[in-house]
């Protein structure tokens, strides 16, 4: 039996402004960091082995303020060619520490030419329906930017190569990234239909958790009752 959370991370300073944020590296506001904190004295009660999150501030932010509550002290790793040696100490990775990986495939959708603009002001200029349209359907991109389903190519890959076989060793793990990004994962884990996916949307800092055995994922509420049980494919 593991434990996989996953986390949205915390309101940014364009989600205050109501800005399309993408692939821009913006920080957490006042509000997002409180949503950390209040997540962070949440999952107190849970022990993690392994950490995941994006190559973006909002997201590392809300992990490392995560962490700061947990038991365990999270390494972060780092896959450039300087990594080994800046991360290196003599026991590496020792019972008291827990490794952190970050990775662009966990990075939210990338918005093109929405990126900076008010999502208002956007759908002034494009109507409503095409810009409901670009942020929830599942194979529409906007211009110059990824689709859900351009999202979902990277960011599965790389959950059913990286995070699948931790968790089928029984490591809790917890990742903290985006809304679509997560939505990827969701969709994946509870076999949503490109149709309904539209109607899926994650909270900012408010955890999803889910136990994972033996290749069936079963998500909790808060209190760990009322089940719903959904079957994966490991390989």
Not at 13 to 37: H, Q, T
């Amino acid at each position: 039996m593991s434990v996989l959370v996953l986390v949205r991370h915390g309101e940014s300073r364009w989600n205050l402004e109501n800005r399309f944020a993408g692939w821009v590296d913006v920080p957490l506001s006042e509000k997002g960091i409180k949503e950390a904190i209040k997540c962070a004295n949440d999952l107190k009660k849970f022990e993690f082995d392994v950490a995941f999150t994006s190559k973006l501030t909002r997201a590392q932010t809300t992990l490392s303020i995560i962490l700061s509550c947990q038991k365990k002290t999270g390494i972060f790793l780092h896959d450039d060619p300087k990594g080994d040696e800046w991360s290196f100490h003599p026991v590496r990775i020792d019972r008291d520490e827990m490794p952190v990986y970050s990775s662009d495939a966990l990075n939210e959708r990338y918005y093109g030419k929405l990126q900076g603009q008010n999502k208002q002001q956007a759908r002034e200029v494009y109507g409503d329906q095409q810009v409901f349209i670009w942020r929830r359907s599942f194979d529409v991109a906007p211009p110059g930017g990824e689709s859900l389903k351009d999202t979902y190519e990277r960011t599965i890959p790389y959950f059913k190569h990286n995070i699948l076989p931790l968790l089928e060793e029984e490591n809790n793990v917890i990742v903290v990234a985006h809304g679509n990004s997560l939505r990827s994962v969701v969709k994946y884990i509870e076999d949503i239909s490109d149709e309904d996916i539209p109607k899926f949307e994650l909270k900012t800092g408010e955890p999803v958790i889910y136990e994972y055995n033996k290749g069936i994922f079963n998500k909790t509420n808060e209190n760990f009752d009322k089940p719903t049980l959904f079957r994966t494919t490991f390989y």
